[in-house]
């Protein structure tokens, strides 16, 4: 059984920052992939930013300079820094982890007001 529960959403306005954090419990390891994607009312569902078990991160061009993921493999926890926040990054953001399975946390709200 795997949970990822988000947290560190919430309302800002446009340039400031954010960050959000995605605690993982069960059976999802430092080896593991683990990311976060969003959704935008009426769009699908994006990649944001993702980090593979060995370090490598890739992310969205339109994230690319403001937003940073990293991991805190002791605590089983990823982070989103996001900077520079813009209007278009307003988005439920879901985090992501794969471990022969894909797993998905419950979503937090991110709102850039301009």
């Known amino acids: 059984q795997v949970q990822l529960v988000e947290s560190g959403g919430g309302l800002v306005q446009a340039g400031g920052s954010l960050r959000l954090s995605c605690a993982a419990s069960?059976?999802?390891?430092?080896?593991?992939?683990m990311g976060w994607y969003r959704q935008a009312p009426g769009k699908q569902r994006e990649l944001v930013a993702i980090?593979?078990?060995?370090?490598?991160?890739t992310y969205a061009d339109s994230v690319k300079g403001r937003f940073t993921i990293s991991r805190d493999n002791a605590k089983n926890t990823v982070y989103l820094q996001m900077n520079n926040l813009k209007p278009e990054d307003t988005a439920v953001y879901y985090c992501?982890?794969?471990?022969?399975?894909?797993?998905w946390g419950q979503g937090t709200q991110v709102t850039v007001s301009s």
């Open positions: 069960g059976r999802i390891f430092s080896g593991n992939t």
């Open positions: 992501y982890a794969f471990r022969v399975n894909a797993y």
């Open positions: 980090m593979l078990g060995g370090g490598s991160t």
